[in-house]
Nanobody
Framework: VQLVESGGDLVRSGGSLRLSCASSESLLKIDAMNWYRQAPGKRREWVASITKRGSTDYADSVKGRFAISKDSAENTVYLQMNSLKPDDTAVYYC?????????????????WGQGTQVTVSS
């Protein structure tokens, strides 16, 4: 699975951005799509997830401001980010969780995109 993020930009505090993550594989074959972010000098942190069935979940820090969605026909996942704050400045990464069946059972695979930079100025 190849993932390509786009949409990162420089935006003022209070502004909005929409990130996209295009998958080379059908989203119907992916158990969950996730957004993570990593600010300079900090650990990568989970932001939001959407499952194959469409269930969503968010980190407390973005709940009510960010929304994750998907377009299965386009194999693309989106992250709508509103009311952006300087603390949201980070490289945003897309991650795909895939379960595959092997002769020994099942295996969980993880795929990452290259990231897209979001900078929020005060």
């Amino acid at each position: 699975v190849q993932l390509v993020e786009s949409g990162g930009d420089l935006v003022r505090s209070g502004g909005s951005l929409r990130l996209s993550c295009a998958s080379s594989e059908s989203l119907l074959k992916i158990d969950a799509m996730n957004w993570y972010r990593q600010a300079p000098g900090k650990r990568r942190e989970w932001v939001a997830s959407i499952t194959k069935r469409g269930s969503t979940d968010y980190a407390d820090s973005v709940k009510g401001r960010f929304a994750i969605s998907k377009d299965s026909a386009e194999n693309t996942v989106y992250l709508q980010m509103n009311s952006l704050k300087p603390d949201d400045t980070a490289v945003y990464y897309c991650k795909a969780d895939v379960t595959v069946v092997t002769i020994e059972g099942t295996a969980s695979l993880v795929y990452w995109g290259q990231g897209t930079q979001v900078t929020v100025s005060s």
